[in-house]
C-alpha cells in the first residue's frame, strides 16, 4: 500500500537553530499538508500546499515555517530559528484530491525536540 | 477554541463486545465528518468518514452515527478486536476547507 514517508523519524535541535522536516507524499498526490501534535494535545493543521503554493495556512504558521517542494518528490517543513514550543509531533500528510473527504494519507510523523 | 470535542480522554471495552467512542462539535458549518484512529509512533490512519447530509455510514465492522440537531457524531466498532486498542480522533471539515479539525482523541484499551 502507498505511504507517505517522512524523515527523519527524531529530530532534537538547540534552540534558535533551523531545522528542515522531510517528507515523500504518495506518488500520485497533488494536495500536501503539514500537522502538529504538541505531547497531550490535539492535531492542529499548520499549512495546505497545492501547484507550488501555499493554499491555506493556519495561525500557528507564521514567519518562522516555510514549505517547499523543491525537486517534485519532496515536501519540506523548514522552521527558521526554533522555540521551545515547537517541540512536537510534525505529520506530514497528501491526498489526490481537494477536499479531505476521503481522509488524507499521513506519514508517521517526525519528533521534533526543541532542546 | 475546541470545535470538536472528545470528552472521554479513555475508554476500556472488553473484547467482543461494542466500543462506542462520542464526539460533539460546535461549528454549524462542517460538512464532512471523519475518525482516524492512532498507534504509537504511527501517524493518523483514516477510518470513515460522514457528509453532513447523511446520518449513518457503515463499513465493516464500523459504523459512524450523525445527530445534526444535537451537533454529536459516534463511532460504534462491533465487535471490538485486540487491534482496535489505539487512540481515535474525531474530526470535521468545514464547508469550501480543505483542512481537518481534530478532536484531542480518545484512547480505547480492548480488554480481553
Known amino acids: 500500500e502507498p505511504e507517505v514517508t517522512q524523515t527523519p523519524s527524531h529530530q532534537v535541535t538547540q534552540m534558535g537553530q533551523e531545522v528542515i522536516l522531510r517528507c515523500v507524499p504518495i506518488?500520485?498526490?497533488?494536495?500536501f499538508y503539514w500537522y502538529r501534535q504538541i505531547l497531550g494535545q490535539k492535531v492542529e493543521f499548520l499549512v495546505s500546499?497545492?501547484?507550488?503554493?501555499?493554499?491555506?495556512k493556519s495561525e500557528i504558521f507564521d514567519d518562522q515555517f516555510s514549505v517547499e517542494r523543491p525537486d517534485g518528490s519532496n515536501f519540506t517543513l523548514k522552521i527558521r530559528s526554533t522555540k521551545l514550543e515547537d517541540s512536537a509531533m510534525y505529520f506530514c500528510?497528501?491526498?489526490?484530491?481537494?477536499?479531505?473527504?476521503?481522509?488524507?494519507?499521513f506519514g508517521s510523523g517526525t519528533r521534533l525536540t526543541v532542546v | 477554541d475546541q470545535q470538536v470535542k472528545q470528552n472521554s480522554p479513555s475508554l476500556s471495552v472488553q473484547e467482543g463486545r461494542i466500543s462506542i467512542l462520542n464526539c460533539d462539535y460546535t461549528n454549524s458549518m462542517f460538512d464532512y465528518f471523519l475518525w482516524y484512529k492512532k498507534y504509537p509512533a504511527e501517524g493518523p490512519t483514516f477510518l470513515i468518514s460522514i457528509s453532513s447530509i447523511k446520518d449513518k455510514n457503515e463499513d465493516g465492522r464500523f459504523t459512524v452515527f450523525l445527530n445534526k440537531s444535537a451537533k454529536h457524531l459516534s463511532l460504534h466498532i462491533v465487535p471490538s478486536q485486540p487491534g482496535d486498542s489505539a487512540v481515535y480522533f474525531c474530526?470535521?471539515?468545514?464547508?469550501?476547507?480543505?483542512?481537518?479539525?481534530f478532536g484531542k482523541g480518545t484512547r480505547l484499551h480492548i480488554l480481553p
Open positions: 474530526a470535521a471539515i468545514p464547508n469550501r476547507d480543505d483542512k481537518i479539525i
Open positions: 506518488s500520485n498526490h497533488l494536495y
Open positions: 500528510a497528501s491526498s489526490e484530491g481537494a477536499r479531505a473527504n476521503y481522509g488524507y494519507t
Open positions: 500546499f497545492y501547484n507550488n503554493e501555499i493554499s491555506e
